[in-house]
């Protein structure tokens, strides 16, 4: 996944399957009653859908119902503001504390560890561009990179340079034994 936090992707499918689902239920609804298969008493085909009854409702409950109405509005209209807020959420660590003691505190940015490791990738001469983000919990931090190398560069040299340099670096400056990598190799000729 790319840098927008899991659980937005999570969210995103839950709405969208709640959204479906009774989407779904109204369209069977609709070709249901436009079809006469449902009980007459139930949803009559032939009337308007906005018939006397729905009308006696409207007229009996008339000063509340449309503040009913209203307020159904404005939450559902709260819910899709949040939804489009959520969407630019990003899975970026910020700042984590490596060591606390007595001594005093070790307190690490995420982004100047992502920074060092993007700077160490770009270092070799097979790579164009390196960018990079530290994502996930303080407890269990990851790395996402982002590589645009030389197409006629071999991937050997680009894996030893991630594998053996520039990720072993970054998990002895963070003192932890592992911590994920993910990286995205874009080729591009020079």
């Known amino acids: 996944m790319s840098a927008v936090n899991r659980k937005t992707g999570r969210g995103n499918r839950v709405g969208l399957l709640i959204m479906g689902v009774l989407l779904l239920l109204l369209g ?27 009308r006696a409702v409207f007229a009996a409950h008339s000063p509340w119902l449309w503040w009913v109405i209203a307020l159904a509005a404005i939450v559902l209209a709260l819910f899709g503001l949040r939804w ?10 910020g700042d ?36 990079a983000a530290m994502v996930g919990t303080k407890a269990h ?35 932890l034994a592992h911590v994920p990598a993910i990286t995205r190799v874009n080729l591009e000729r020079r």
């Open 28 to 54: 069977g609804y609709t070709l249901a009653r436009g079809a006469h298969t449902l009980p007459r008493a139930v949803a009559p085909g032939d009337e308007p859908l906005v018939n006397d009854p729905v």
């Open 84 to 93: 489009l807020l959520v969407q630019g959420r990003r899975d970026r660590l």
């Open 96 to 131: 984590f504390r490596l060591q606390s003691g007595s001594g005093g505190t070790t307190d690490v940015r995420g982004s100047t560890v992502a920074d060092a490791v993007a700077d160490e990738v770009g270092a070799h001469p097979a790579v164009l561009s390196a960018s």
């Open 141 to 175: 931090p990851a790395v996402r990179l982002r590589v645009v190398a030389d197409e006629d560069a071999p991937m050997s040299a680009l894996r030893e340079q991630l594998g053996r340099r520039a990720i072993p670096h970054m998990r002895q400056a963070l003192e």
